[in-house]
């Protein structure tokens, strides 16, 4: 009979020298394409916001910025029930946004209003884009540890809304200087918002798969209905609703802990 080969000894990789180095890992290739087009199209929304800006068709560039939050909101959802999420798609996703909520709505809010206070006003817009820029910077450091439940500083898509709306409400721009001055305030109060340590509701905890009363459908109907018939102030107000929403819950819980009056006699 003719032997049979025996088992084949396990090779052992060598162990590295000293002052060497052991060899990396090679990176998974590609890319997961669903919510990256998602990403891209937040991206090209952001781009296409700055050039109708440029040309001064500001009530077509405003509901870019819009757009891009929806697919902003959805890329990431997309990502995580298709278990597709990675380190490049968070990196991807923050380069997105800085485009489209940092500085589209920048160029946008310039073009429309702050142009003519001439330095003062592109001092203005930068602002809002370096705090748009250290407000992902902190997101993405602070994701991992963070409250679900809140945001720590206004987010930058939220902060973007509130300009997009206010041009869209007002598509005619600011010529006159005084007229132009309280635009300032329109960027540089959620610039420092979105800087700041105010905690901002989250909406990511809500789960979609739980069952809801039939009267939330008809919520969002009358929502979707308003929207339509008069999409400039029931944006308006959503954006300005949620600027002032830490305020308005911080009384709500004060009068919720204040003590019952002890009863007279």
């Not at 820029?133 to 902190?138: F, G, I, K, S, W």
């Not at 598509?171 to 329109?186: D, H, W």
């Not at 909406?203 to 008069?230: C, N, S, Y």
Request: with cysteine.
């Amino acid at each position: 009979m003719m032997d049979q080969p025996g088992p084949r000894p396990l090779r052992v990789a060598p162990s590295p020298r000293p002052g060497e180095h052991p060899p990396a890992r090679r990176s998974r290739r590609g890319v997961a394409l669903l919510p990256s087009l998602f990403t891209l199209g937040n991206l090209f929304c952001g781009y296409a916001c700055v050039i109708y800006a440029m040309r001064g068709e500001f009530e077509t560039a405003a509901p870019f910025i819009g757009i891009a939050v929806v697919l902003d909101m959805l890329d990431g959802r997309i990502a995580r029930l298709t278990g597709t999420a990675s380190e490049f798609g968070v990196q991807f996703d923050s380069m997105a946004d800085i485009i489209s909520f940092g500085m589209a709505p920048a160029v946008l809010t310039f073009a429309w209003g702050l142009s003519t206070l001439g330095r003062l006003g592109w001092a203005a817009a930068f602002l809002f884009v370096t705090a748009a820029a250290l407000r992902l910077a902190r997101f993405n450091i602070q994701a991992a540890s963070a409250d679900k439940r809140y945001f720590v500083g206004m987010p930058s898509p939220a902060a973007a809304g509130i300009l997009a709306s206010t041009v869209y409400a007002y598509p005619e721009g600011l010529v006159q200087f005084r007229s132009s001055l309280p635009a300032i305030l329109l960027v540089v109060v959620p610039a420092l918002l979105m800087v700041s340590t105010v905690r901002f509701r989250s909406f990511k905890t809500i789960d979609l798969q739980a069952r809801r009363p039939f009267r939330v459908l008809i919520f969002f109907a009358a929502l979707l209905i308003a929207i339509a018939t008069h999409p400039q102030s029931v944006l308006v107000v959503i954006s300005y609703g949620y600027l002032v929403s830490p305020l308005i819950e911080t009384i709500v819980m004060r009068l919720r802990r204040k003590p019952a009056a002890p009863p007279a006699g």
